[in-house]
């Protein structure tokens, strides 16, 4: 089966987290007591990371000059004219210089694939076969090019002509692969090929990563089957589409609001008692952010409770629809051969590769976690009794969050300055100081570029091109960053096109076709073959360069006279996003079904989370971290202590996740395809056996708010997995930043050469155990899945 390329879009997975956010409130002092905040002798100022040993040359200082003017420019001024002239196309791809470009772009593709289908359905000797491979990687990467970039614009370009003419290519390509996904004879052929020795033989190790990865997709679209099954298997897939949409999108509670007298919402924010005040009465929401913060703030224990048991009952009707879409999941994995929608999805693009040994993980990673939850519901506990002035007072589930935001608050009152940590963190520095800290690490920076008409779809979208040390261009990335009307909010990595080698015979072809009908202008063949866009020859060999778009919602500053800022979770968001870039950017492989992060999707999250920890490294920060009016370097107290209260209760959260991952699990077992299934007495069952906390009260189903079950069916563990493995690598590799090895090039290299440049070219668990130097990984068997989890979570800050 050929994948529709949506592994390559990575929407943030620290949604997952139970965080609530306000909106920031900037507010400034005098730059005199700004600085003399910043020389208070109690704070300790960051290393300065410019003393420490470093062999490699740092970015030109003309580029790296210009990457903070580029970003902290005032609003509306931009690093070139959004200009009227001829279009030359959006990403530079000459097709799409206006929206019905979009249709030649698709048709275009879609010949040229048909002439590969039909090349691989005639295959009949051992060079044919030998390239078969290459063929359906090929195959691959032209539905992906429509697909990846339509899917993109259609959701983010402002111009809705846009947005419709990429709906509609997407749909196309899309019903296009459908067709092939059920055509046998493309999976006879692979199956031919890969049961020749002397066709196998001549396969390189990424060749035959691809070859079984290609055969796996063909076996979890039932394409064997007979026809009458594959007709099943079409339509069961559509209803889950449309069940599992109308769940996420239909999730509401049985109570829509709580409404008592005012009195007993003492404690309430006053901004929000005001707002939801009618009358006598206050009326409270029971999902979203007023129910959240009431939970946290209102003294009555009874108005918590009430309140807490109507956010947690999901309507009859979300229920039905969740256990709808688990069924149907059944029905189709047994239909396609496996035990269970677990076994299916667990055994493409997994580290876990079965049910079992995300169980061991998780388990395992329990067994860690006991005694520091054990020890924070005790801490929550005293504070409950010592408030109530009772020694006998048992914490509940609605106590919980009141209690945390109280010890939480305590320490955010001793945190000094704390309100003045965003004028660290400018657009432009945060940028600069990633491009710093590539440099140091893996010998590529970024380096502004001025984009040509029609390139990018807004004005604020800003280019830069990765530049190796040796000046070499190795990718292009697109950074739309900041708010727009209408714009989506959530942060996201889109890898628009995939590195892959351009093969002489596919020049060939295109040049060919240079003169063709519809077809736009090109200087050479070898331009035409990546459409206009980016491409890089490097010893002989033609590659399509990586193009990534990193979108955000970064509030702009209303000041024209000062840049946008940051908060330190918007820092960290920008570099987990950036996380996801770089492994798009160094994993330059052969074939596309395997660049990037087009690899296991449970590893896939490492890299970003990594550098979470990069985010929050006193060496790291000392790189760019400065007072954006005195230049005072950051006192990194400041950080140190947001950390400590964001992640006060880590415990208390890895078991809220913990939980979740088993629930997903449970509903994804072979028992779910029983009559009998109840996926309220399934959750209440888990919790039962596994939680360390007070229980939900039996009348709850919190079950029907679980959107994830949607979209990571199966494979929600791989949040805590990547937490886990990425902790590891932290400590290890990069030593947690001890003695400046956060920026160490060493240290990257060996990130880099045994895990991120071969994106899905390798057995992850071979890239693990190499990066980590531990061969008990390499098996990635139930064991290996229990030493991972036996690793824990547990940040160096709380420690100390």
Same mark, same amino acid.
């Given at each position: 089966?050929?994948?529709?390329?949506?592994?390559?879009?990575?929407?943030?997975?620290?949604?997952?987290?139970?965080?609530?956010?306000?909106?920031?409130?900037?507010?400034?002092?005098?730059?005199?007591?700004?600085?003399?905040?910043?020389?208070?002798?109690?704070?300790?100022?960051?290393?300065?990371?410019?003393?420490?040993?470093?062999?490699?040359?740092?970015?030109?200082?003309?580029?790296?000059?210009?990457?903070?003017?580029?970003?902290?420019?005032?609003?509306?001024?931009?690093?070139?004219?959004?200009?009227?002239?001829?279009?030359?196309?959006?990403?530079?791809?000459?097709?799409?210089?206006?929206?019905?470009?979009?249709?030649?772009?698709?048709?275009?593709?879609?010949?040229?694939?048909?002439?590969?289908?039909?090349?691989?359905?005639?295959?009949?000797?051992?060079?044919?076969?030998?390239?078969?491979?290459?063929?359906?990687?090929?195959?691959?990467?032209?539905?992906?090019?429509?697909?990846?970039?339509?899917?993109?614009?259609?959701?983010?370009?402002?111009?809705?002509?846009?947005?419709?003419?990429?709906?509609?290519?997407?749909?196309?390509?899309?019903?296009?692969?459908?067709?092939?996904?059920?055509?046998?004879?493309?999976?006879?052929?692979?199956?031919?090929?890969?049961?020749?020795?002397?066709?196998?033989?001549?396969?390189?190790?990424?060749?035959?990563?691809?070859?079984?990865?290609?055969?796996?997709?063909?076996?979890?679209?039932?394409?064997?089957?007979?026809?009458?099954?594959?007709?099943?298997?079409?339509?069961?897939? @559509?209803?889950?589409?449309?069940?599992?949409?109308?769940?996420?999108?239909?999730?509401?509670?049985?109570?829509?609001?709580?409404?008592?007298?005012?009195?007993?919402?003492?404690?309430?924010?006053? %901004?929000?008692?005001?707002?939801?005040?009618?009358?006598?009465?206050?009326?409270?929401?029971?999902?979203?952010?007023?129910?959240?913060?009431?939970?946290?703030?209102?003294?009555?224990?009874?108005?918590?409770?009430?309140?807490?048991?109507?956010?947690?009952?999901?309507? %009859?009707?979300?229920?039905?629809?969740?256990?709808?879409?688990?069924?149907? !999941?059944?029905?189709?994995?047994?239909?396609?051969?496996?035990?269970?929608?677990?076994?299916?999805?667990?055994?493409?693009?997994?580290?876990?590769? @079965?049910?079992?040994?995300?169980?061991?993980?998780?388990?395992?990673?329990?067994?860690?976690?006991?005694?520091?939850?054990?020890?924070?519901?005790?801490?929550?506990?005293?504070?409950?009794?010592?408030?109530?002035?009772?020694?006998?007072?048992?914490?509940?589930?609605?106590?919980?969050?009141?209690?945390?935001?109280?010890? !939480?608050?305590?320490?955010?009152?001793?945190?000094?300055?704390?309100?003045?940590?965003?004028? /660290?963190?400018?657009?432009?520095?945060?940028?600069?100081?990633?491009?710093?800290?590539?440099?140091?690490?893996?010998?590529?920076?970024?380096?502004?570029?001025?984009?040509?008409?029609?390139? #990018?779809?807004?004005?604020?979208?800003?280019?830069?091109?990765?530049? @190796?040390?040796?000046? %070499?261009?190795?990718?292009?990335?697109?950074?739309?960053?900041?708010?727009?009307?209408?714009?989506?909010?959530?942060?996201?990595?889109?890898?628009?096109?995939?590195?892959?080698?351009?093969?002489?015979?596919?020049?060939?072809?295109? %040049?060919?076709?240079?003169?063709?009908?519809?077809?736009?202008?090109?200087?050479?063949?070898?331009?035409?073959?990546?459409?206009?866009?980016?491409?890089?020859?490097?010893?002989?060999?033609?590659?399509?360069?990586?193009?990534?778009?990193?979108?955000?919602?970064?509030?702009?500053?209303?000041?024209?006279?000062?840049?946008?800022?940051?908060?330190?979770?918007?820092?960290?968001?920008?570099?987990?996003?950036?996380?996801?870039?770089?492994? @798009?950017?160094?994993?330059?492989?052969?074939?596309?079904?395997?660049?990037?992060?087009?690899?296991?999707?449970?590893?896939?999250?490492?890299?970003? #989370?990594?550098?979470?920890?990069?985010?929050?490294?006193?060496?790291?920060?000392?790189?760019?971290?400065?007072?954006?009016?005195?230049?005072?370097?950051?006192?990194?107290?400041?950080?140190?202590?947001?950390?400590?209260?964001?992640?006060?209760?880590?415990?208390?959260?890895?078991?809220?996740?913990?939980?979740?991952?088993?629930?997903?699990?449970?509903?994804?077992?072979?028992?779910?395809?029983?009559?009998?299934?109840?996926?309220?007495?399934?959750?209440?069952?888990?919790?039962?056996?596994?939680?360390?906390?007070?229980?939900?009260?039996?009348?709850?189903?919190?079950?029907?708010?679980?959107?994830?079950?949607?979209?990571?069916?199966?494979? /929600?563990?791989? /949040?805590?997995?990547?937490?886990?493995?990425?902790?590891?690598?932290?400590?290890?590799?990069?030593?947690?930043?001890?003695?400046?090895?956060?920026?160490?090039?060493?240290?990257?290299?060996?990130?880099?050469?045994? +895990?991120?440049?071969?994106?899905?070219?390798?057995?992850?668990?071979?890239?693990?155990?190499?990066?980590?130097?531990?061969?008990? +990984?390499?098996?990635?068997?139930?064991?290996?899945?229990?030493?991972?989890?036996?690793?824990?979570?547990?940040?160096?800050?709380? !420690?100390?």
């Amino acid at each position: 089966m050929l994948n529709s390329g949506g592994s390559r879009l990575r929407v943030c997975t620290r949604c997952c987290r139970r965080v609530i956010k306000p909106k920031p409130h900037i507010r400034w002092e005098s730059s005199a007591s700004a600085a003399a905040a910043a020389a208070s002798a109690s704070v300790t100022p960051v290393t300065d990371a410019s003393k420490l040993p470093a062999d490699h040359f740092t970015s030109s200082q003309h580029d790296d000059a210009l990457l903070r003017e580029l970003f902290d420019a005032p609003s509306g001024r931009t690093f070139a004219n959004f200009s009227l002239k001829k279009s030359q196309g959006l990403f530079k791809n000459r097709y799409l210089t206006s929206p019905d470009g979009f249709l030649v772009f698709a048709q275009k593709n879609l010949q040229r694939a048909t002439r590969i289908v039909h090349r691989v359905l005639a295959a009949s000797t051992t060079h044919e076969y030998q390239s078969l491979v290459r063929d359906l990687d090929r195959l691959s990467d032209l539905l992906c090019r429509v697909l990846d970039m339509s899917d993109f614009v259609r959701m983010t370009h402002p111009d809705v002509r846009f947005q419709q003419a990429a709906a509609d290519a997407w749909s196309m390509v899309y019903q296009y692969m459908n067709q092939l996904n059920t055509m046998t004879g493309l999976s006879d052929q692979l199956g031919e090929a890969m049961s020749r020795p002397e066709v196998t033989s001549t396969w390189s190790e990424e060749e035959k990563t691809v070859a079984e990865l290609l055969k796996l997709d063909f076996m979890k679209s039932a394409v064997n089957l007979p026809k009458t099954a594959r007709d099943r298997f079409v339509e069961l897939s @559509s209803r889950i589409s449309d069940v599992g949409s109308a769940f996420v999108q239909g999730m509401e509670p049985e109570r829509k609001e709580v409404t008592l007298p005012s009195h007993r919402f003492y404690g309430l924010y006053p %901004g929000l008692a005001a707002s939801l005040k009618v009358r006598s009465n206050i009326s409270v929401p029971t999902t979203g952010s007023e129910a959240a913060a009431a939970l946290q703030s209102v003294y009555d224990e009874e108005t918590r409770k009430e309140i807490y048991l109507a956010q947690r009952r999901a309507s %009859g009707r979300t229920i039905k629809l969740l256990e709808t879409m688990l069924k149907l !999941r059944a029905e189709l994995a047994n239909l396609a051969g496996f035990q269970s929608h677990g076994h299916m999805a667990l055994k493409d693009r997994m580290m876990a590769k @079965s049910p079992a040994s995300v169980m061991q993980f998780l388990l395992a990673l329990r067994d860690h976690n006991a005694p520091i939850i054990q020890q924070e519901l005790s801490e929550l506990t005293q504070k409950k009794q010592e408030r109530l002035a009772m020694q006998d007072a048992t914490l509940q589930a609605w106590d919980r969050d009141f209690y945390m935001e109280k010890i !939480r608050a305590e320490m955010r009152s001793r945190v000094r300055f704390d309100d003045h940590l965003t004028a /660290y963190f400018s657009v432009g520095t945060v940028i600069q100081g990633l491009s710093r800290l590539f440099n140091r690490l893996y010998g590529i920076r970024l380096v502004p570029r001025e984009t040509l008409p029609g390139e #990018t779809w807004h004005p604020d979208v800003k280019r830069l091109d990765v530049v @190796s040390d040796n000046g %070499g261009q190795v990718a292009v990335l697109y950074c739309d960053l900041f708010y727009r009307p209408q714009k989506s909010p959530n942060p996201a990595h889109f890898t628009v096109r995939c590195s892959r080698e351009i093969l002489p015979d596919e020049i060939d072809e295109v %040049g060919s076709d240079l003169n063709g009908p519809n077809m736009p202008a090109f200087e050479s063949a070898e331009q035409a073959a990546n459409d206009g866009m980016e491409t890089s020859s490097r010893d002989g060999t033609l590659k399509q360069l990586p193009t990534i778009a990193l979108v955000c919602d970064f509030p702009k500053n209303d000041n024209a006279k000062e840049p946008a800022f940051l908060s330190f979770y918007s820092v960290e968001t920008l570099f987990h996003e950036m996380g996801h870039a770089i492994h @798009s950017i160094l994993a330059r492989t052969s074939f596309q079904n395997v660049s990037g992060t087009r690899c296991a999707t449970d590893f896939a999250e490492l890299p970003s #989370t990594l550098m979470e920890h990069f985010a929050a490294d006193r060496t790291v920060l000392s790189l760019f971290a400065r007072h954006w009016k005195t230049d005072q370097p950051l006192p990194y107290d400041l950080v140190a202590e947001r950390i400590r209260v964001s992640k006060r209760f880590e415990g208390i959260d890895t078991e809220h996740q913990i939980l979740l991952a088993m629930v997903d699990q449970a509903y994804h077992a072979p028992e779910v395809a029983s009559p009998g299934f109840d996926s309220t007495a399934a959750f209440h069952d888990i919790h039962a056996r596994f939680a360390h906390g007070p229980r939900d009260p039996p009348e709850t189903r919190w079950q029907g708010f679980f959107g994830h079950l949607h979209s990571y069916g199966s494979t /929600y563990y791989s /949040y805590l997995f990547d937490r886990v493995i990425a902790e590891r690598v932290w400590r290890v590799v990069f030593r947690a930043g001890e003695d400046g090895a956060a920026i160490g090039r060493d240290n990257g290299e060996r990130l880099k050469e045994n +895990l991120l440049k071969w994106g899905g070219g390798r057995d992850p668990w071979t890239c693990l155990a190499d990066t980590l130097q531990d061969d008990r +990984l390499a098996p990635g068997d139930e064991k290996s899945m229990a030493l991972v989890g036996s690793w824990g979570l547990r940040d160096d800050l709380l !420690r100390s």
